[in-house]
């Protein structure tokens, strides 16, 4: 009875046919009376129930209590080819409601309720209420060319006090983005935005990009299907779709075959806090159920939609990747056509004499590698006639006394036992190693006592460990990061990695194929290395075979393991880089510098090896210490963030290692880590130092190590001072930094000691420094860091700059991969000086 004398009571004065919304509006009573049953709520304490016809863009100024409720009944005109938004927005103005009034929006096919204050819950349950509430309806479609649609907005409360409230309901500007065309807007925690976009023909990928010149209120980008509900609070923004949290930039490549409508809408919330962005958290209250007020959180924002390449692009970047790379196979394989060509003349020259014999020209023949290239090995002649006709001739070479018969006879007898552990349980052997090793002067053959084939089969190990050491690292590495692609595709969620969002274009599943791709360079130059060393192994096994008296007793030694490794470790930094970019987060990181650790490590030991051959480190003793150094940089990822512990015991354990290793260079291994060491370390200071002064025996090693510990002593100090929060890229910058240090004083001593560096090497030495250089450059311009929030990385993003597929990202890897090659090759060319010069006069420094 209440319900009917309220409704004619509304309109005892009305003449005609009723309005068309009056069974519409009868079907609403119904349905709101049967939602009050169910909350226990008697239909017959409703003493008034109005409804009223209501007009877009119109301020309602209203009260309402639990005895008296208000429905606005609207109506508008849909068409299939036209999509527009309509808003409600809703203001009480009285905040001291002992209950909150609740809006139901009821639509054909879907309903949206909200209370005013809507409270919105922050980390630790804080609750943040807000009064002014803005929500667009979700838009259901339509199969008529234009429909007239109704809906209705029912306005009740609890409360027994009068609360007033505005409300206005409009249709939204610009609700369907255009293509190419930024639109502002404003948003906040309680007033979100989303729009629409409709694809356009022969376009299949595009980047929704969003901006704000403000950096704080944290917000969230989603992209959403077109289908009701839309989730576009706080709490629920999560729950569908695509989404990332941003302060200044945001960016998500969207592809048309993920939404068969070929539509979508781009959804933009404000959070209820910052933490997310890396912002300030607010205290805890002192009453659990304590309001926060939220203050003023309302951000400017712009969005814009622009097509992202096609695939001419992807064409394109790919055959630039691979022609930069093969273009290196073709200079490496004209180089070997040119030295093969100039050998061939050099021995058409010692074959007829006749045409430019010594005796007229006054010179001594140059010996055919002083020419030599990257594949061949410089002391292997071409043929045996012309080492006949070398040795025949009257040179310069002292060391040519012995016949080349009774070195191959003494080589036969060294190779009668091929096992390691002869020659140090010979007494000769071992009575001399402490007396040779601890010579003022050291020379190379000092040091390359040792029977070649085994030191030969020793060094492969280096080579064999690698390669099962990548195999077993290789498979769980790209086994996580599918899951880890496989995740992000599946949940959405656009914070697990951390991309340059603004120029990340997907291939399949894979979110960021650019920076996948252009590893490629460190797999192909690694394997164009291989095939150098190899051609340089079996020249020099050649040479062997014919007892040539260079490759037996002159130049550096020439084993080939550790290059084959250096090799293997360049082809799996880019696998793992590769892998690591499939999702770059802190977590993996660990996969992108594993094996530069290796590679620093290799190279270290190969330039200690050139004069060293003897006293080298083992592969499983070298093996151990870099499992060691990926240990700490693991425990570093984990554990290093202001921790000061950490850091202290790092820092202890980085000068310590720093000691051993320079006593372990400085006496030659000739010295014992053991009970005594702290007695015979006084014993030595008191003679030294107390009771004679006396210099440094050997005053170059002595410089060397004396600036390697000013370098990693002031590394540790930053360490335990600054503590960095990039731990692994802390520790590998301390091995360059070794490697660098090492590397220069290799060449200061070399030039001091009267030895020179031939063209090809001097050129490989300028040329890999000038594109270190540049590489460093793209290195350093931080496209993204996992150091700081995903929201905070974003704010570093840029555009591609090359092809519009690479950014400066990619540069970097391309340049980086053909700088390490540069620099391996300096390491495999820069002693061919010495390949004519007999190893007793080759000084070891």
């Known amino acids: 009875m209440v319900l009917r004398s309220s409704w004619k009571s509304r309109h005892k004065n009305s003449c005609g046919p009723a309005p068309r919304w009056i069974r519409p509006g009868l079907a609403a009573l119904l349905w709101l009376c049967a939602i009050r049953l169910a909350c226990g709520i008697e239909v017959g304490e409703i003493k008034n129930i109005v409804q009223k016809d209501a007009e877009f863009d119109a301020n309602y100024n209203d009260t309402v209590t639990s005895e008296n409720q208000t429905i606005y009944a609207f109506n508008h005109t849909i068409s299939r080819n036209k999509t527009e938004g309509v808003r409600v927005s809703v203001d009480v103005l009285s905040n001291k409601s002992e209950s909150p009034i609740l809006f139901v929006v009821r639509q054909k096919q879907g309903v949206l309720s909200f209370q005013v204050p809507l409270i919105l819950r922050g980390l630790y349950q804080r609750k943040y209420p807000y009064y002014d509430v803005g929500r667009t309806l979700c838009q259901p479609p339509t199969r008529a060319a234009s429909e007239t649609q109704y809906f209705f907005v029912d306005v009740s409360t609890l409360s027994s006090q009068g609360t007033n409230y505005q409300l206005r309901v409009s249709r939204v500007e610009s609700f369907t983005l255009q293509t190419n065309k930024k639109f502002s807007f404003t948003a906040s925690p309680s007033q979100p935005q989303y729009f629409k976009y409709v694809f356009q023909d022969g376009v299949d990928t595009v980047i929704v990009k969003v901006n704000s010149d403000m950096t704080f209120p944290c917000s969230v980008m989603s992209i959403q299907d077109i289908q009701c509900p839309i989730y576009d609070l706080d709490n629920n923004v999560a729950f569908i779709g695509m989404y990332q949290t941003m302060t200044k930039k945001g960016a998500i490549t969207v592809q048309r075959k993920d939404f068969p409508s070929n539509s979508f809408y781009v959804v933009v919330v404000v959070k209820t806090e910052d933490e997310a962005c890396g912002g300030p958290l607010r205290f805890y209250p002192l009453r659990p159920d304590q309001l926060i007020d939220a203050g003023n959180r309302s951000k400017a924002l712009d969005v814009m939609v622009s097509p992202a390449i096609n695939l001419e692009a992807y064409v394109m970047g790919m055959l630039f990747c691979l022609g930069i790379f093969f273009s290196f196979y073709l200079l490496t394989l004209l180089c070997v056509c040119l030295e093969r060509a100039r050998l061939n003349k050099r021995r058409n020259v010692f074959l007829n004499p006749a045409d430019m014999s010594p005796a007229e020209t006054g010179k001594t023949p140059a010996s055919p590698n002083e020419y030599g290239s990257f594949a061949d090995n410089g002391s292997t002649m071409s043929s045996e006639a012309i080492t006949d006709s070398a040795t025949s001739t009257d040179n310069n070479y002292g060391y040519m006394e012995r016949s080349l018969e009774s070195v191959a006879r003494s080589r036969q007898e060294s190779l009668s036992s091929i096992e390691e552990d002869d020659y140090d349980t010979l007494d000769d052997i071992h009575s001399d190693k402490n007396i040779v090793r601890t010579k003022k002067f050291l020379y190379v053959a000092d040091l390359a006592r040792k029977d070649k084939r085994i030191l030969s089969k020793k060094y492969q190990i280096y080579f064999w460990n690698i390669a099962t050491i990548a195999v077993f690292y290789a498979l769980p590495v790209v086994q996580l990061v599918i899951t880890y692609q496989t995740v992000v595709n599946v949940t959405g969620n656009q914070d697990i990695c951390y991309y340059n969002f603004l120029c990340a274009h997907p291939l399949g599943a894979l979110s960021a194929f650019n920076n996948i791709l252009s590893n490629l360079g460190y797999v192909m130059l690694g394997l164009l290395f291989l095939l150098i060393v190899l051609k340089r192994d079996l020249a020099q096994n050649r040479a062997l075979e014919r007892h040539d008296v260079n490759a037996l007793e002159c130049g550096i030694p020439k084993h080939f393991g550790l290059f084959y490794a250096m090799g293997t470790a360049l082809m799996m930094e880019g696998l793992l880089s590769a892998c690591y970019h499939v999702c770059p987060n802190y977590t993996n990181f660990q996969f992108d510098t594993s094996f530069m650790y290796m590679i620093a490590g290799l190279c270290m030991l190969k330039l200690y090896q050139k004069r060293h051959p003897d006293i080298n480190a083992s592969a499983y003793t070298a093996y151990a210490c870099l499992a060691a150094v990926i240990f700490f940089s693991v425990l570093g990822v984990v554990f290093g963030r202001d921790n000061?512990?950490?850091?202290?015991?790092?820092?202890?354990?980085?000068?310590?290692?720093?000691?051993?290793?320079?006593?372990?260079?400085?006496?030659?291994?000739?010295?014992?880590?053991?009970?005594?060491?702290?007695?015979?370390?006084?014993?030595?200071?008191?003679?030294?130092?107390?009771?004679?002064?006396?210099?440094?025996?050997?005053?170059?090693?002595?410089?060397?190590?004396?600036?390697?510990?000013?370098?990693?002593?002031?590394?540790?100090?930053?360490?335990?001072?600054?503590?960095?929060?990039?731990?692994?890229?802390?520790?590998?910058?301390?091995?360059?930094?070794?490697?660098?240090?090492?590397?220069?004083?290799?060449?200061?001593?070399?030039?001091?000691?009267?030895?020179?560096?031939?063209?090809?090497?001097?050129?490989?030495?300028?040329?890999?420094?000038?594109?270190?250089?540049?590489?460093?450059?793209?290195?350093?311009?931080?496209?993204?860091?996992?150091?700081?929030?995903?929201?905070?990385?974003?704010?570093?993003?840029?555009?591609?700059?090359?092809?519009?597929?690479?950014?400066?990202?990619?540069?970097?890897?391309?340049?980086?991969?053909?700088?390490?090659?540069?620099?391996?090759?300096?390491?495999l060319t820069m002693d061919d000086d010495l390949d004519t010069v007999q190893r007793d006069k080759i000084y070891v420094f």
């Open 644 to 827: 000061t512990a950490f850091w202290i015991v790092f820092s202890v354990i980085h000068i310590l290692a720093t000691l051993l290793l320079s006593t372990q260079l400085y006496y030659m291994g000739r010295w014992r880590l053991n009970a005594g060491i702290m007695r015979r370390i006084v014993y030595v200071i008191y003679t030294d130092c107390i009771r004679q002064c006396s210099g440094p025996m050997y005053i170059d090693r002595m410089v060397l190590l004396v600036m390697g510990n000013i370098v990693n002593w002031s590394l540790a100090a930053y360490g335990l001072i600054q503590r960095p929060n990039d731990f692994a890229s802390y520790l590998l910058a301390i091995a360059i930094c070794n490697l660098l240090l090492y590397f220069a004083f290799y060449i200061i001593m070399k030039l001091r000691s009267g030895e020179r560096i031939k063209c090809l090497a001097l050129v490989c030495i300028l040329f890999t420094a000038v594109v270190w250089g540049f590489a460093l450059y793209f290195f350093f311009q931080g496209l993204s860091t996992w150091q700081k929030t995903p929201a905070e990385s974003r704010e570093h993003n840029r555009d591609c700059i090359l092809l519009s597929f690479f950014d400066d990202h990619d540069i970097w890897h391309f340049l980086s991969s053909i700088a390490m090659f540069g620099s391996f090759l300096v390491l």
